[in-house]
C-alpha cells in the first residue's frame, strides 16, 4: 500500500456525510484538503439538508465528489459514500468535524506499523460554533 498515490487511484476514501451542517461543511472540506499526505478522495453525502450544504460542495468544484439524496440517516449516508469509494481506506467525518493537518498521515503510519491493524483512532478536541 502506497498512502501517496495520486488522485486517480486515491489511498484513503475520505467521506463526510452531512444534514443541515452546511455552516461548518467549508471548514471540514478545507481540513481535509489541508492534510499533508496527498492521495485523498473527498466525498460528500448530503443525506437530505435543507441548508446551504448544496451550495457548500459545489464552491469546491472537482476537489471533492458530490452526492445528494433523500434524508435516510447515518448509516444510509456512510454506505453511499463507501460504494461511491475508490480508495484503500476509509476515513469518516461528520460535516461538523475538522481535522488536524497530519491526522491521516499519522493513522496511515499507525497502521502500516502492524499489518493485523484493522483500523485507527485519535484524539479528539471539542469545539463548538464559536
Do not use: W
Not at 475508490?86 to 491526522?103: E, I, T, V
Not at 493513522?107 to 464559536?130: F, H, P, R, S, Y
Amino acid at each position: 500500500m502506497d498512502p501517496k498515490r495520486n488522485e486517480t487511484h486515491p489511498s484513503v476514501s475520505v467521506i463526510i456525510t452531512c444534514y443541515n451542517y452546511g455552516p461548518f461543511l467549508k471548514e471540514c472540506i478545507e481540513s481535509v484538503l489541508a492534510q499533508t499526505i496527498g492521495g485523498l478522495e473527498i466525498i460528500v453525502v448530503n443525506d437530505g439538508s435543507t441548508d446551504e450544504t448544496e451550495a457548500v460542495c459545489k464552491s469546491f468544484g472537482e476537489k471533492i465528489r458530490y452526492h445528494a439524496q433523500p434524508n435516510r440517516g447515518l448509516a444510509e449516508a456512510l454506505n453511499r459514500g463507501i460504494e461511491m469509494s475508490r480508495g484503500d481506506f476509509f476515513y469518516f467525518l461528520s460535516a461538523d468535524d475538522k481535522l488536524f493537518p497530519k491526522a491521516i498521515e499519522r493513522q496511515l503510519e499507525v497502521m502500516g506499523e502492524d499489518e493485523t491493524c484493522a483500523g485507527v483512532c485519535g484524539n479528539a478536541k471539542m469545539i463548538d460554533e464559536k
